[in-house]
């Protein structure tokens, strides 16, 4: 018996096929935002080919964990999208086979992505994490490659700011140069000015050699911080021709130890942070007794009598201790201040050092919850690209939609909810506001709950994203109404009775005349009758019954100008101007909750005046057929 069978090597050979074109798309989306972080660090250091290799190497292996999940929802999304809307997902069903049935082979190629995740993160993605942050690290710390620039103020040299009026590129050239440097500190600030000058790196790339021709040096003179301040400072004034000076500037490229970045938890498989958490937790616990016993013995146990525990001395000097009440009374008032500021200044003594040590310790406890966030994230990254699958598959049943359009969307929507439902659940976790558990987890979670709900909602076919449906729901609420969209028949069995219509519509706009006298749709409505006793208009509804079946009766013409005149009659609803809702206790509700029940009572004074404009429009509209029908000899 074959595991597989056609239909489902088909779906994977689709899917597979999908999922691969979306991972570099989502891959190459978080490279280019990964690049953007450190655009700035990177422009102008002169790096060669191979380190940019590497960095790009890196930083991909870096944000692939988070293009699988991505891929994943975007892939199942369009995959389902395509088969809902080539109706090959309504044959699948037809032919009685579950939407169930049909995930099966997809939820088992999502488990092994999923397994293949979950390796990838505990096996390559900390060591990419690791050598990554060497090499970024490296490149921001290099020194830039000098590229002087003219009219402007140059200060990528440490202790120098050049100014250049005019640079010859051929040459390399420097003309009207301008150095203010305090590379001797600032008790020895050097003002330059040259005609001409050149700027050389070393050999070694380690040093600078300016050479300036023909300039003035300009260096104060027992120029100490606070001759600073003062109008006159002396000065010493050289000329010179030419002059060179070494300047220290490492123009190399040097890579960081990878030990500087052991401390971080990205960098490190399950059994390295299981190690560190066991590691820092023992260091924690240990300078906690550490603090604890270091403020006993400082603050408590120097007041307290020898050889009895801490509890019992209290008790036993307490007891021998005449009341606190009476030795303070007894203190003169001089004696009872000095008595305050002790207390007082050993209690701020004592706040002091315990917000110290609350440093020290937070800072450790922070590590700590870093590591076990880590740790979860290596399962919770991994389970979402499964999770993913169970939203994106259907979702993509129930919109029916393929392609780049709508998927796109609807999976940039998600994602981004997901990642500000991640982010907020891993700093409250951080910071110690929620548990570590209940913050990683969190995301999991709120996938889960929406995968199990879309899954229900694919399964039984509803229609809880027809935009058709909400469409109608929000024009009702708002009072809107649609328009007539009748198109020419091409096969007409019966035409219009032409010899009566003129006649039936002329009594047709004689009921409309009627209906403005008698329904008076100008006054202003009884606010206790539309909630409290809502009754049916039957002229309404009378005059929607007749005028639908007319437009039923021209629908059926052969004539485009009448039929364009039949599009125009308005959709009569004969209780929108009587009641608000179909709902007896829903009515009553609104108009005892007067703000409410206020709005829709203008709601309905505007259906009234509505109404009454849909009479004058059906009589105009009436006039216009007769005019159309007698000028034609229909029916004749």
């Known amino acids: 018996m074959k595991i597989f069978k056609k239909l489902d090597i088909y779906i994977i050979k689709g899917f597979l096929l999908l999922f691969a074109g979306t991972f570099f798309i989502c891959l190459f989306i978080f490279i280019l935002q990964f690049l953007w972080m450190w655009m700035n660090n990177l422009i102008g250091k002169g790096l060669t080919i191979d380190l940019l290799a590497k960095f790009f190497w890196y930083s991909s292996l870096f944000v692939i964990p988070r293009s699988i999940p991505l891929a994943v929802l975007l892939a199942s999304l369009i995959f389902f999208g395509n088969l809902g809307e080539h109706f090959e997902l309504l044959s699948m069903k ?64 440490p202790g120098y700011n050049l100014y250049v009026e005019h640079k010859d590129r051929e040459t390399g050239m420097l003309y009207g140069v301008m150095i203010y440097t305090n590379a001797g500190g600032y008790n020895d600030i050097q003002i330059v000015l040259a005609d001409s000058a050149r700027l050389q790196s070393t050999a070694d790339k380690m040093h600078l050699k300016l050479s300036l021709w023909g300039g003035e040096r300009f260096r104060n003179m027992d120029a100490q911080q606070g001759e600073m301040l003062k109008a006159n400072v002396p000065y010493m004034r050289e000329s010179f021709v030419k002059e060179e000076d070494i300047i220290p500037f490492d123009g190399n490229f040097n890579l960081m130890d990878a030990d500087l970045f052991s401390h971080n938890a990205q960098t490190k498989d399950l059994a390295e942070i299981s190690h560190s958490i066991d590691s820092l937790s023992y260091k924690a616990d240990s300078a906690k007794h550490a603090i604890c016993a270091n403020l006993l013995n400082t603050y408590m146990r120097k007041s307290l009598p020898a050889g009895l525990p801490d509890s019992l001395a209290l008790v036993k000097q307490a007891q021998n201790l005449p009341a606190f009440d009476s030795l303070y009374l007894a203190m003169q008032d001089e004696q009872r201040v000095r008595a305050w500021r002790s207390a007082l200044n050993r209690a701020e003594t004592m706040e002091a050092e315990c917000q110290f040590r609350a440093l020290e310790t937070g800072d450790r406890n922070l590590n700590i919850r870093k590591h ?21 598959a259907p979702l993509g049943a129930i919109i029916r939609k393929g392609g780049l359009g709508v998927p796109v969307v609807v999976s940039v929507i998600i994602f ?23 913050g990683t987890w969190l995301s999991t979670f709120v996938l889960l709950g929406t995968g199990v709900f879309l899954v229900h909602k694919a399964n039984t076919d509803s229609v809880v994203f027809n935009i058709e449906g909400y469409k109608n729901f929000f024009m009702k609420l708002l009072g809107l109404r649609s328009s007539r969209k009748l198109d020419k028949k091409e096969v007409i069995i019966n035409d219009p009775d032409y010899s009566t219509l003129p006649q039936r519509l002329g009594d047709l706009s004689e009921y409309c005349i009627e209906c403005r006298k008698t329904m008076h749709l100008r006054r202003i409505p009884n606010y206790f009758d539309l909630f409290f006793n809502p009754g049916q208009d039957k002229h309404a509804a009378e005059l929607s019954d007749r005028v639908e079946a007319l437009v039923e009766e021209l629908h059926n013409t052969r004539d485009n100008i009448i039929l364009m005149y039949t599009n125009e009659y308005p959709i009569i609803n004969p209780s929108a101007h009587t009641r608000p809702f179909h709902n007896k206790r829903l009515n009553m509700i609104f108009g005892i909750i007067f703000p409410l029940g206020l709005l829709v009572y203008m709601r309905i004074w505007r259906f009234r005046l509505r109404l009454r404009l849909d009479l004058h429009s059906i009589q105009r509209i009436n006039d216009l057929i007769t005019q159309r029908i007698l000028k034609q000899g229909y029916g004749q």
């Open 94 to 157: 037809s032919a009685g086979i579950p939407l169930i049935r049909i995930l099966a082979p997809l939820i088992f190629v999502s488990a092994l992505i999923c397994g293949a995740s979950f390796v990838f993160q505990n096996r390559v993605s900390p060591y990419a994490t690791r050598e990554l942050s060497r090499l970024a690290w490296s490149m921001k710390q290099k020194s830039p490659e000098l590229e002087i620039p003219e009219g402007i103020f140059y200060s990528e040299i």
């Open 372 to 392: 076990r966030i880590e740790w979860y994230k290596k399962f919770t990254m991994s389970l979402a690209c499964l999770l993913f699958f169970f939203i994106g």
């Open 416 to 438: 981004i909810l997901y990642y500000i439902v991640n982010q907020a659940g891993e700093n409250n976790a951080k910071v110690d506001v929620w548990t570590i558990e209940s």
